[in-house]
């Protein structure tokens, strides 16, 4: 039998004897960034498709998380970061070909945006929300007469916030699993997803959670498409790669992904979005919590995993 | 100007004195390595093959940690020589994570760090430390536009390989086999 044996002398910490360079910061940034995006989303096209009045859930309740998520989720980027004190480079330079500078630059849209949406919103919270000073009232008029282009400019950048989640992976030849294209429209589904189950948690009337039930079940139903195609492709590409699907079919991965991710955070949840649809009453939280699980054990599962993935030589 | 090293497989007894020199001359700190030995034995057995490889940051040409640096600090310099810039390096470890050599490594004090081919040396008319301490004479050094230098020279009379071409990042160690 041919064998190769490899013997290096290297032990770099985090480096050897596997990468383990991100830890749960990157996973979780990645889960909060596309669960907000998710939301935005949701938000933006309620608003463009004019069901603002008919869907509140999604324009006015479940937006007022977002700049929460993404707070958490900028804050353990920064922690992530080794050498915290140059963490304002990030902003001296455009880097096209980064997806980590495409990621802060879109942030650095997105997180301001969901904040004033939250003011334009702020009164269906707290009714007797009075902003006081002049400026900040004219601001308010100035946002409410281009409230329009401002859910267009939400509907487009949280799309490319979602893909981008997927893309700072896939963006990585060196890890094989990673190295593929299809993770950046399937974790911008699985934000999606997400999204869609807080709004269903949250809303309160009954076409707008069939709406988004809907929505949802079509979205689980492209995750678990574009999931096939992720591993169709894998084992019709090169050793390294079929190396790195045989984590998850039937290596160490196997069971945490199979059962978390795709049967807890997809397929259980599509069930119980089909019993809904079909007049059964389910309690919105249990497939929002399934779900949300589901979502940040594929960002945890994938972060780690891929960094397992590597070429040998 | 393209700098190039060219690595005798032949010649490497894996003694680790280029890992010491370089270890010694970059202030590295203990327990890091900017280059390392490699023993690959394969084959069937009992006809088995032993290669004994020096090996560092390829330098790449189409370099992964290059391209996916969110501030700039991965950087060509001069003859090709891929840098880190450490004021504007945030630590974030996207190259760490790109590099299919595995070549990169978190600096204790923040920064992501690796192989810079000694360039202090070179700027000084030196070869980098490992190439000048190696007992066996196998690390070759120099400039592969300058058909006299000895890596071009070596380069035209030996067989050679580079590890993981099909990674795409054209690579500048070139093994002699």
Redesign the interface.
Known sequence: ????????????????PQ?N??HWQIPLYLFVGGLAAGILFFTALSVVSKKENEYTASVKYAPFAVPFLLIIGLSALFI?????L??W??Y??I?I?????WG?WVLMLVTPISFIWCALNIKTIFPKWNWKYKILFDTEKFFLKYKMALAWIMLISSVILGIYTGILFS?????PLWNTSILGPLFLASGMSGGAAVIIFLAKSHAERRYFTKIDLWVIGIELFLITHMFMGFLAS?QVQIDAAALFLGGEYTAPFWIFVVLLGMVIPAFLDILELRGYRVPALIPMILVLTGSIAFRFIIAYAG?AS??L? | MRYAMAIDTKKCVGC?DC?VACQTENNVPI???RD??????????PQLELELRS?RCNHCKNS?CV???????SHYEQGGIVMVDH????????C?????Y?A???HP????DKCTFCQHRLLSGLKPACVSVCPTKCLYFGDLDDPNSDVSKILKKRKWKR??P???TDPQLYFLI
């Open positions: 039998m041919k064998e190769e044996i490899i013997i290096s002398g290297r032990m770099n910490h985090l480096v050897d990468l360079i991100w992530d970061l080794n050498h915290k140059y963490f480079r990030l001296t330079e880097r070909q980064s997806p980590m500078s802060a963006a990585f030849n060196a890890r090169s960094q590597r070429y030589y | 680790s890992v327990g890091y390595c390392w030995i490699v023993e690959s034995t394969d084959g069937t057995y090996e992964p391209r996916c640096c969110p501030t700039g600090a004021e504007e390096c945030i630590g974030c470890g996207a760490i994570a790109s590099c299919p595995d990169r490594y978190p004090d923040g920064y992501v590890l993981i099909e990674a795409g």
